[in-house]
């Protein structure tokens, strides 16, 4: 990263799961278990090398491998294929957060967002219906991660609006 007057950013060595890494600007926070900051001094430049001038942030993941859905599809976008919702109905989204368990099945743990509960509903029925994810795994052992489920139908149609109250 430049600087302005041209002076090159002094930025640590990235280890994350004790793997060195250009950057972690990709790592979405909520992966992130646990983050530590070692200073740029003797001891950690003989322990990583001279990459570790500007010390070294060592990143810890909650899995070393995430959790992936076996469908045929975006977990998103089969469940949202499988729902049954027509042009004629209202646009409506479902926003859920999910568990997927160590031993592969996608449990929903809170509604997020739920315009309309006949949708949610059957996106419900749709999830406990899909098929089992490979879970994620951390030394080699399975483990439960957390994700987003969003399904707006009908597709590409937009929600109403809300309405806004306006004093004058």
Do not use: C
Request: no cysteine.
């Amino acid at each position: 990263m430049a600087l302005p007057g041209g002076a090159a950013a002094q930025e640590p060595l990235y280890i994350v799961n004790g793997t060195v890494r250009e950057e972690i600007s990709s790592i979405p926070p909520d992966l992130i278990e646990r983050a530590e900051r070692l200073p740029a001094d003797e001891e950690t430049i003989a322990r990583y090398g001279p990459a570790a001038t500007h010390g070294v942030l060592l990143v810890t993941l909650r899995h070393d491998r995430a959790a992936r859905f076996t469908g045929d599809a975006s977990f998103d976008d089969y469940i949202a294929a499988r729902v049954v919702w027509s042009e004629r109905e209202p646009a409506a989204r479902v926003v859920l957060r999910y568990t997927v368990t160590p031993a592969g099945r996608a449990v929903v743990t809170r509604e997020l967002e739920v315009t309309d509960r006949r949708l949610l509903r059957r996106v419900m029925r749709a999830v406990e219906e899909a098929p089992a994810w490979e879970p994620a795994t951390k030394r080699g052992e399975a483990v439960a991660s957390e994700g987003v489920l969003t399904v707006q139908l009908p597709a590409g149609k937009e929600l109403p609006r809300e309405a806004e109250v306006v004093i004058r």
